[in-house]
């Protein structure tokens, strides 16, 4: 469970840069 939370944090920073560019983008 702990390593599938790790895995989540992970793409979840992976994302959040593109999240940013888009709302950056559209902002």
Do not use: C, I, S, Y
Not at 2 to 22: S, Y
């Amino acid at each position: 469970m702990l390593t599938q939370l790790k895995q989540q944090v992970l793409e979840a920073n992976l994302d959040l840069p593109r999240h940013k560019l888009v709302t950056f983008t559209w902002g």
